[in-house]
């Protein structure tokens, strides 16, 4: 789409350098003018609802008629920002005895059009969604001699949503609880709130956690980005 703007940009300066060329040799100017910078402005917005268009409606939030969170269809398809395996944010949850359980495995993703967004601009936009998934910690499996991996998918998950209006914050946690494919809106004094508010280490999201954002984070910090 770009390409085909570009092109058409070059063909109306050539004809409009022909009429002004035409216009000088008959004493007669052209009744308009081009602005270039309207020419720039419509490929710029051309090319900005290309990309719109290219985000699949999977990786948009949708809702039901009372207001919950449908869960995207295929999110384990998005990329995954950051894994843990029995992070507790509890001061009363200690580390697992050695050879004991660690606890669930726990994986966060993201969509990619939102990703690439904040590794361009270093913000996360306006419907980016985090989905936080589940996974029981198992070890019986055929050749393990040690350690743990991640079992059976855990019919939980949460998503915390960038929206305008939703919290005060700007995002808003959805619970999906019992298998559900519809999440509930936290209540806005739920503790999630006011943990992320004191302990996010950019814009309401811990991405102290996520390895790849972090880096993006600390270029820009440092002016490389």
């Known amino acids: 789409m770009l390409e ?3 092109w058409k940009r070059s063909e109306v300066l050539k004809l409009l350098g022909l009429t002004l060329t035409l216009g000088a040799l008959t004493g007669c100017a052209p009744e308009t003018t081009l602005d270039t910078s309207e020419v720039a402005n419509a490929e710029a917005a051309s090319a900005q609802g290309a990309a719109a268009q290219t ?20 999110w384990q398809e998005w990329v995954m920002v950051g894994a843990s395996i029995g992070l507790s944010y509890n001061e009363e949850v200690r580390s697992a005895a050695a050879g004991a359980s660690p606890g669930m495995f726990h ?8 990703y690439r967004e904040f590794l361009d ?8 969604m985090f989905v936080l998934s ?9 050749p393990r001699t040690g350690g743990f991996y991640e079992g059976d998918l855990i ?28 999440g509930e809106l936290f209540a ?14 950019h814009d309401n999201v811990f991405v102290q956690f996520y390895p790849t954002i972090r880096a993006r984070l600390a270029e820009s910090e440092s002016g490389d980005g």
Not at 189 to 195: E, I, L, T
């Open 4 to 6: 085909r703007n570009r």
């Open 55 to 74: 985000i699949p409606e999977s990786h948009l939030p949708a809702f039901t008629a009372d207001g919950k969170l449908r869960e995207p269809a295929d």
């Open 107 to 114: 994986r966060v993703y993201v969509q990619q059009w939102a």
């Open 121 to 128: 601009r270093g913000e996360f936009p306006e419907q980016t």
């Open 134 to 142: 589940f996974f029981q910690s198992a070890e019986s499996e055929h």
């Open 155 to 182: 019919p939980a998950m949460e998503i915390h949503l960038k929206r305008e209006g939703v919290h005060e914050s700007g995002w808003g946690f959805y619970m999906f609880s019992g298998g559900s494919s519809e």
């Open 188 to 201: 806005p004094d739920a503790a999630c709130y006011s943990c992320h508010a004191e302990n996010a280490d």
